[in-house]
DNA sequence: TCTTTATATTGCAATATTACGATATTTATT
DNA sequence: AATAAATATCGTAATATTGCAATATAAAGA
């Protein structure tokens, strides 16, 4: 996870925006569907659930807590110890502005058709 | 490429459903700035454009090319042969499905606030 | 304190991704 | 036909990701 541009083989973010940076973490975030699952498995609980997700999941535990890592570090979903678990729920901040990116998009195409293609 | 959950280190697709699985490649073609950067500016040139795309990224074209690719298998961009060169464009309903993905999740969380983390 | 339960970290093997030089392909133009 | 221009593919090196067994950590309950 070092993105530092050296020599062959690495993400060059450097000559992007940083605003092109934070969505693409964003979006490799949930690129991965044990990263989507947890997603919607969060969602589906309605509330923050301790434990379960990795009882969810057809991976073994150290895979899926690398995978709750990921998705908190891009700002995905958060985490709070609570007593013997870990509660963990969607983070609304990190959600609203990858969704905001294919709304930018939507709109724009919704405006000028382009149907050369 | 190859997904066919056959020993370590490959993603195993097979046990999750294919909506997870389409929806974590159309976010895994998203998670990488030069792809992000592609997409917004097939988006600000308007119309699909041909050629120009190479001259936009700070990449080589054979790495430009690949991740035109990478945009096109996943269904965000779709190219047409426009005599000399290729004309691309988003296609709309890859993007439409991510879209909603987000816009899904969104709703959900507006009417069941989880304030517990 | 000892055990149980839940989660994280480490270490490593397998696979995938990123990037680019060199080269191939394809079409337009001369 | 020969050349030029645009794009794709091949080959390969460097790096990142995925997955899990083993182990560590941390809190709860006996």
Avoid: W
Avoid at 2 to 10: P, R
Avoid at 31 to 49: F, N, Q, S, W
Avoid at 64 to 90: D, M, P, R, T
């Amino acid at each position: 996870m070092q993105y530092k541009d050296k020599t062959m083989g690495a993400t060059k973010t450097d000559h992007f925006t940083d605003n092109q940076n934070q969505l693409a973490v964003l979006a490799k975030a949930l690129g991965h569907p044990a990263r989507i699952a947890i997603m919607e498995y969060l969602l589906k609980v309605d509330t923050c659930i301790c434990g379960d997700i990795v009882n969810e999941l057809p991976l073994s535990q150290p895979t899926v807590s690398q995978h709750l890592k990921e998705l908190k570090n891009a700002g995905l979903i958060k985490g709070s110890i609570e007593g013997n678990s870990i509660c963990y729920c969607i983070n609304e901040p990190g959600l609203e502005k990858i969704k905001g990116f294919f709304e930018h998009i939507s709109n724009h195409l919704e405006k000028k058709r382009n149907d050369c293609c």
